[in-house]
């Protein structure tokens, strides 16, 4: 089944094809009714951000607010331990990470406690941690940095003469 959203006519309703992904490993490991690229990224870490409930119709001040509804989704993932993250500003932020089930990846985070989506606002799928085709990493998948810093490293174990594109007999 293909992650594209295709519409559908039911009737005089129309809706969208649900969207699967997979862990890197090819594991099935979520289900959502939009794609993960039409989803809000938060800023701290770039991951996308999905919404597990409403939000309220009034704002912290009392006025009036669209309600953003909560996506419809499934992830078949395994809780991992809680952590503690040391943001660059020097804040301090708790996360309860999940990850894959078959190589333990994780895949994203809550900000609540288990079990996932048990009342929190919302759930954050990692940057690069899914795919849409089973068995074909995703362009965000941080490989082209892994591969850049290996070389990098490579290059540095050289004489310096030789990063120069200097011979040395």
Known sequence: MSS????????????SALNIYYCLCGEFALVCDRPLS???VRPLDQSRVLRCLDSPPYSTTGAPQKVRPARVCKISAQQAPSKLIRRSDGTLEKQYPYECARCHL???YEHTPPPLKSGG?????????????????PPDAFLEELLSSMLDASHDAQPHSAKRGQRID
């Not at 606002?121 to 990493?137: E, W």
């Open 121 to 137: 606002r919302f759930t954050f799928v990692l940057p690069g941690a899914l795919t849409d085709r089973q068995g074909v990493a």
């Open 38 to 40: 039409t989803l809000p």
């Open 106 to 108: 994780q895949l994203g």
């Open 4 to 15: 594209a959203s295709r519409p559908h006519r039911q009737g005089d309703r129309t809706r």
